[in-house]
């Protein structure tokens, strides 16, 4: 008959800190609370997590840093989820997440093999990170916004150097 409750909390009160020699927190993540104890999942986790999810597709060359105006869009959002309740994780060079309570948002910038069909490697990539996120650690993805900023060629020979004859 006993039933395990899961409550996350990304505000911890002093007298919830944990204490002893555990490693000090940023307070940027998730908690799970259980019959049995609590788990924190850092922000900088779940960023990881999408990081890895999106090299995984076949397409992606790799992940590139979001540009200015997404990565000052990204702190808004922040802001907002502060206020809200919610934390914001911070930015790997390439992937900015927002994690709230139950739910994160993901951004991230990426370069794709010329040739691939970007809106597939796109979907692909939302669908392996939704699916490796909700795995891992149980949140909800509300979104994953990609914004692809450049396409990869094979190398040529004779590719970016200058010839003078």
């Known amino acids: 008959m006993s039933e395990t409750q ?13 204490k002893g020699p555990s490693a000090p927190s940023s307070g940027d993540a998730t908690e799970i609370t259980t019959a049995h ?16 999810a999106a090299r ?10 979001l540009s200015t105006a997404k990565m000052l869009s990204g702190m808004a959002s922040s802001l907002a989820s502060r206020v809200t309740g919610g934390s ?7 992937v900015n997440v927002v994690v709230g309570e ?9 370069s794709v093999d010329y040739g691939e069909n970007i809106p597939q490697v796109a979907d692909a990539v939302r669908s392996n990170i939704i699916g490796r996120i ?10 994953v ?8 060629f094979p190398s040529a020979p004779n590719q970016g150097k200058a010839q003078v004859q």
Do not use: C, F, W
Not at 10 to 18: F, H, I, K, W
Not at 37 to 52: F, W
Not at 56 to 65: A, F, K, Q, S
Not at 102 to 110: F, K, Q, R, Y
């Open 134 to 143: 909700q795995a891992m650690t149980g949140l909800m993805v509300k979104e």
């Open 37 to 52: 104890g609590k788990t924190k999942i850092e922000d900088i986790v779940v960023a990881k997590i999408a990081d890895l």
């Open 6 to 18: 899961t409550e996350r909390s990304t505000d911890l009160s002093s007298d919830q800190a944990p």
């Open 56 to 65: 995984e597709i076949p397409g992606v060359h790799d992940l590139t840093p």
């Open 145 to 152: 916004n990609i914004d692809v900023t450049d396409l990869y």
């Open 88 to 94: 914001s994780g911070q930015p790997t060079q390439v």
């Open 102 to 110: 139950i739910e994160t948002a993901v951004d991230l910038g990426m």
